[in-house]
C-alpha cells in the first residue's frame, strides 16, 4: 500500500457501493487507485446539500484526522474536492465495522478472545488520543473497523472535543457534543448529567465498557429504554453488564430470540472480562481507570490481532475479489446525483 | 479491582523533570542545531528536539494529572525563548521535526503567544521585531507536511491586532489566494480560515487595508469567485457578502457595487446550478440594488433586465418560506426593481 495518495479525482474508480454515514452526510464507497491498484474507500459528502454547520464538521473532521498518527486509529490518505463533493480517500477496513460483524453474524455477541483483540486495540488508540488531549466522545461498535488482515482502526472522530483550552489542560471539560442523539446509549452518566462537574477523558473509558457489553451481548446496553430512563439508571449508577450464566436473569435484554437467550444464559465469560467491564463502568470517575492503566489489564495480556480473522469466522472481509456486486444501486446513486444537476429553466440576462 | 495495583506507574518523563527553563531551551536550541545541520545522527536529534518539546509543553499546560509550572518559571521559559531565537529556528525547521513535535511547537508557541503581563503582550511585542516569524509561518502553506500545524499558529498570531496588520501588508498575504484553492481539501479550507481571519478579526485595520489595496485585492478575488471548486467558490462568495455588508467597509462596499462587471457576475451566479451558490449571490446582488444612488451603468444593466428579474425573483427559492428575512428581503427588491425608472436625459 503506498503511503501518499492524490488528489487527483480521475485516479480513482468507483467499483461499489458501500452504504451512508454521518447519518446520511456522507455515501461510502469502494473505489481502486488507479496508479497504485490498491482498493481504497471513498468517503464522499454531497456539499450542495448541507449546511454551513455541517460543513464545518466535515472540514474539522478531516482536518484533525490529518494531525492523527497512531496505529489503531484510521487515517485520512488524502481529501479533495471534485464537482460539488468532499472527498476523503480512506483505506479499505474490509470487514466493515464491529456493528456490522454483530449484525450479520452474531446476534449474541462477538466470541470473547476476538473481543480482548479489539479493546486492546481500541484502548491504545484511547490512549494516543488522551495523551494528545482528545476526548474521542463516541467510542462504539460502529466505530471500530477491522481491516482484511485483522488491523483494527478506531474512526468516528467527528465528535470529539479538546482538554485543553486556553493554553491549560482543563481539569473538566463542560462541552455537550451538538450531534450526538445517535450515541447517548453509549456516552458516560458524567457527561450526560451536564452538570457543574463536568466530565474528562474517562468519559471514553465509560463508553469502552457500554462498547465491550456491546460486543460481548450483541446489542447496546439500553437499546430499548427511553432516553430518561436511560439517564436515569446511569446516574444512580446502575450499570450494563455482561451477560452470561453469571448475570443472566430471566426477562434480561437480549434480542428476545429463544435460541439466542439459551446461548447467552449457558456461556461464561472469564473473570478477567468481567472485571474489565466492572472498572470501564465504576460510576465513580476517581475510581474508574485511565485509559493508559486499562492496557495493562490482564484481560488483554493474550491476544494479538493478526489472529483476529480466524476468531471472527464466519464473518468474510471485502477484498478485491469479492466486492459486493451492487452495479444497479450504484447507477442509481450516480443518476440521482446527475438529476440534482439538471437545470430547470435556465434564464439568460441581457448585458 | 484488578487493577488498583499497578495504579501507581508514573510516566518517566513527568517524573523527575528538574531542569530548569534555562537548561530545557539550551537541550532544544543544541538539538534544533543539530538537526538543521543535518548530520549523520538524524534520527537521536529529532528525538531530542521531541522530548525536550514535550517537557516545554508540559511545563505550560500541565497534563491530565500534572499542573503547569509557576508564573515565575513559565516567565523565564518565555524569556529563554526570546533570547536563544528559538522560535523562529523550530519554525523554520518545522518540516525536520518528527509528527507530533511538530504539533507540540505549535502548542508552546500558541502558549506563550498568549501570555500577558498587565494588559501588554510581550510575546506580541516580540514577535512584531521579528516579523520573519509570521512571514516563515505564511510560507509554511507551500509545505504539505507542515502547512496545517502553520495555519494554527497564523490564526493564534491573527488574534492580534499588530501581528495581523504585518501579515496582511505583506506581499506575502496575497499567497492566500492561491492557497485557498489547492486541491487538498484539508489544507485549503485551513488556509481558508486563515484568510477569513485575516480579513475579519481587526475592522478597522481590515475596512483600512481593503480600501487601500482595494485594485489589487478584488482581482484576485474575482478568481476565487470564478474558481472551479465549488467548495473555494462557495465560501468566497459568502465572505464577501459578509465583508461588503460590514458597515466598516462602507467606502469599499460603495466602490464594489459601482461597477457593472461586479454586478454581472452576481447576476449570473444568481442563475448558477447550486443553490447555495444562488442564495449567496442573492445577498450580495441585493446590494447593488439596495443602492439608492445607482451608476448609470449599474442602472442600466438592471433596466435591460427588469422584466426578467421580476419574474426571475418571484421564483426565486419559494421553497424557504420559514425563512422571514429572506423573504422581506426578496419583497423589497422586486419592489425596487419594479419601480425603477431611466435617468432622465439631459
Redesign the interface.
Known sequence: MPDWYDTDASNYEICSFLGHSMTNIATVYIAKHIPSRTLVTLKKCYVEKLTREEIKLVQDEIILMRQLNHRNILPCLASFVTGNEIVSVLPLMGYGSCNDILMRHFPTGIPEAAIACILKAVIHALSYLHSKAIIHRAIRASHILIAADGHICLSGLRYSCLIVEGGRWQRKVHSFPSTTAANLNWLSPELLEQNLEGYNEKSDVYSLGVTACELANGIVPYFDTPTTLMLAEKVRGNCPHLIDQTTYICGDEGSGDDECLRVMAERKFTDSFHDLVESCLERDVTHRPTSSQLLLHPFLKSCHHSSLPDLIIPAAPFTAFTLPDNKEDLESIMASERMAWLELEPVSWDF | ???TS??S?KMPLFGKSQKSPAEVVKALKEAVNALERGDKKVEKAQEDVSKNLLLIKNM?????DTE?QTDIIVAQLAQELYNSNLLLMLIQNLNRIE??GK?DVA?VF??IL?RQIGTRSPTVEYICTKPEILFTLMNGYEHQDIA??CGTMLRECARYEALAKIMLHSEDFFNFFRYVEV????I???AFSTFKELLTRHKMLCADFLELNYDKVFSHYQRLLNSE????R?QSL?LLGELLLDRHNFTVMTRYISNPDNL?LM??ML?E????IQFEAFHVFKVFVANPNKPKPILD?LL??QD?LVE?LT?FHTDRSEDEQFNDEKAYLIKQIRELKALPDH
Open positions: 479491582m484488578l487493577l499497578s495504579v506507574i505550560l499546560y500541565g497534563t491530565s503547569p509528527f507530533e504539533k502548542q500558541n502558549n498568549r496545517l500545524n486541491s487538498t481539501f484539508d485549503a479550507s485551513d471548486n465549488y467548495v473555494t462557495r459568502k454581472k447576476m449570473n442563475k446550478k447550486s443553490r447555495n444593466i435591460r433586465n426578467k426571475f421564483k
